[in-house]
């Protein structure tokens, strides 16, 4: 989600797409989706 991509870059989130690309990446690693 925007808050785990923003804790881990430091960075707002630019959209929809990288959260998605983000969540993908994560959500295997134990982060729950949105």
């Known amino acids: 989600g925007p ?3 923003r ?10 797409l990288v959260d998605t690309l983000v969540d993908a990446v994560l959500r295997p690693a134990g982060e729950p989706g949105r």
Do not use: H, S
């Open 3 to 5: 808050l785990v991509y």
């Open 7 to 16: 804790a881990l870059t430091g960075a707002e989130v630019p959209g929809d």
